[in-house]
């Protein structure tokens, strides 16, 4: 008799020694943060800002300012979900290794995962970097900044200009995290996908790069993705209720 798929993660979680969780958009949506398909979504509305329009125009900062300042009033309401609050709890227990993410939402570490633990391959929307030096700062002073003074603000250190700490369009990866992120997934006997489409890169080819190090592979998700005729489990249904589901017998 085949067992059914949740029954099947459980038992695959339990046999496992190293899990690997890479999240979508799709883990937030049921903490108040629309993924980009979502009709009426943040995202759908409005065109993507690329990264060289920043650099090039004030206006394009102070609109890309704007959004990000919008985006942190929805983060900052949003509280982590089931899935996010079960994966920390495994990180903790040392059972999984990490989570990598391609959200900008800051769930996983409200969740309670050490940062060291995260891999942001996309990105953070919840602070700013200078693009200079690196140094962080918080939304709200830049908000400040911006509200007072009516500019995209910059570095009090080295004068540079500061960018909500995301990897816009036409910005590169972090070679760090996506070293990290290949380590990660090359390293555990289970990776699982939550919530992504697995459509675009890199997130499309890590599941790859975990089962050829060995690993198995679950994946759970509203829709198909192009990688579950390879997975060893696919679940399609609401997250929520699959990790309370999962949750029951931990
Ligand atoms: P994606 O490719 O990861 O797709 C999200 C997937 O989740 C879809 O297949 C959708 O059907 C599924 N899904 C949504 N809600 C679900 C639920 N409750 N249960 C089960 N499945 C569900 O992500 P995207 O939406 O195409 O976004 C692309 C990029 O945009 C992200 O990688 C990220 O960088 C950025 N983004 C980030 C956030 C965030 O930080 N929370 C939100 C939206 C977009």
């Known amino acids: 008799m085949t067992a059914d798929p949740v029954s099947l993660l459980r038992s695959m979680i339990e046999e496992a020694g190293r899990i690997v969780f890479f999240t979508g958009a799709g883990i937030s949506t049921e903490s108040g943060i629309p993924d980009y398909r979502s009709p009426g979504g943040l995202w759908t509305r409005m065109q993507p800002i690329p990264y060289q329009d920043f650099i090039a125009s004030e206006d394009a900062r102070l609109e890309d300012w704007s959004r990000r300042f919008m985006m942190q009033a929805v983060f900052s309401e949003a509280e982590p979900g089931k899935a996010h609050t079960f994966m920390a709890d495994l990180i903790r227990q040392g059972r999984a290794s990490a989570a990598i993410t391609q959200n900008i939402d800051g769930l996983h570490e409200r969740s309670g995962v050490s940062p060291d633990r995260v891999v942001a391959l996309h990105g953070h929307g919840t602070f700013s970097r200078c693009l200079g030096c690196g140094e962080r700062a918080e939304l709200d002073d830049m908000q400040r900044i911006v509200d007072e003074t009516g500019l995209s603000p910059r570095c009090e250190t080295c004068g540079e200009l500061h960018k909500a ?18 380590n990660y997934s090359s390293d555990c006997d289970l990776f699982i996908a939550v919530g992504s489409s697995l459509q675009v890169q890199p997130a499309a080819s890590l599941p790859l790069v975990a089962k050829q190090g060995g690993a198995r592979l679950a994946l759970v998700n509203g829709e198909e993705t192009p990688l579950d005729d390879l997975a060893d489990c696919v679940i399609h249904g609401q997250i929520g209720p699959v990790f309370d589901a999962l949750a029951e017998n931990e």
């Open 165 to 182: 700490a995301v990897i816009s369009f036409g910005q590169a990866l972090s070679e760090q995290d996506l070293h990290k992120a290949i």
